[in-house]
């Protein structure tokens, strides 16, 4: 079967498709073929060893997909050939077949495409887990997401609005402010023209900001934090900036506010039943149209790396899906 991997940290360049053995399921196991790979933003730091953690090498792209099961090992009772699942799976997702623990598996119902189901385990389920389970938003509160634009701000966006929040967008651009009112955003703020703490402060009358949705970090996380109400949620969920800021942390204690880890991956892997019932819930969401997964384009196996050299250069909004099929 055909893959894209990587056998040393090189960026998108180090990229290659090359022909490996079809994998076997084990007797838990699930053998899905492939039809949508969703990347995110980590993938690319990834690719340069400079994410949280290393992979083993060779290693491909993609953490979360949807296909179709093709076959099952023995033990395997609850879901039949020929059923389309999503399986957030932590990385190898770019190849034809994977074969995943059939307890990672979730069925997709029908009226979600594979596309849109492959986005929603990494940044819907992300989303959820941080403003829900985290920092427990109630409706009313208002929420500022920093790098609204990419595939986890929207999510973060959507996910707010849908909570009942007030959800102010703040992103580099203002078609990309445009872009995100299309999405729910209530208010935006474009952090190249104007001051990141004085606006924020401007659009919650001073009061400041009930929760902050961080996926950047960098130079924008102490005004961010200079602008939170008193006993506001700073939600930490990555650093697409690159840089890991380092916080002034007397700003905590004299707003009596909460800077509060997201490491989606780990609640997945602690709390696996927690992460299915979010899962099933997003699903249901989307399938009433509640939300609306954006698709900022879908490619060819072969253009994974023009897939991944977008998202590294920003230029993309919402979410780019990659399928092995074609």
Request: aromatic share 6%; with cysteine.
């Amino acid at each position: 079967m055909r893959v894209v991997q990587f056998n040393e940290f090189g960026g998108v360049g180090a990229l290659r498709l090359e022909e490996v053995p079809d994998p076997v399921p084990g007797p838990r196991d699930v053998l899905i073929r492939v039809t949508a790979v969703s990347l995110n933003f980590f993938d690319t730091l990834i690719l340069r060893n400079k994410y949280q953690v290393s992979p083993p090498l060779p290693f491909s792209p993609g953490a979360e997909i949807a296909g179709t099961i093709e076959g099952k090992g023995d033990e395997v009772t609850e879901f039949e050939i020929g059923q389309r699942v999503l399986a957030f799976i932590g990385g190898n997702g770019c190849r034809e077949k994977i074969v995943s623990k059939a307890s990672h598996a979730i069925p997709i119902p029908d009226g979600v495409s594979d596309d849109v189901a492959a986005g929603i385990p990494v940044t819907y389920g992300t989303a959820l887990y941080a403003l829900k389970d985290r920092a427990q938003l109630k409706a009313g509160e208002t929420v500022a997401v920093l790098g609204a634009a990419g595939g986890a701000g929207l999510a973060g966006v959507e996910i707010a609005k849908l909570m009942g929040a007030h959800v102010i967008a703040v992103a580099s651009s203002a078609e990309k402010l445009a872009f995100i009112r299309e999405h729910g955003a209530d208010e935006g703020i474009n952090y190249e023209l104007e001051n990141l703490k004085t606006r924020l402060k401007a659009l919650t009358d001073q009061k400041g900001v009930d929760v902050l949705y961080d996926c950047v970090g960098g130079e924008h996380a102490e005004p961010a934090l200079r602008a939170m109400a008193w006993e506001g949620r700073y939600l930490v969920l990555g650093f697409a900036s690159g840089t890991i800021p380092r916080l002034p942390l007397n700003l905590v204690m004299l707003k009596g506010c909460a800077i509060i880890g997201v490491f989606w991956s780990a609640f997945v892997e602690r709390h696996p039943e927690r992460h299915r019932e979010n899962t099933l819930q997003l699903l249901a969401w989307c399938k009433e149209g509640r939300i609306a997964p954006h698709i900022h384009g879908s490619f060819a196996l072969i253009e994974t790396t023009k897939a991944l050299s977008l998202i590294e250069g920003r230029k993309v909004t919402g979410k780019v899906i990659v399928n092995p099929q074609a």
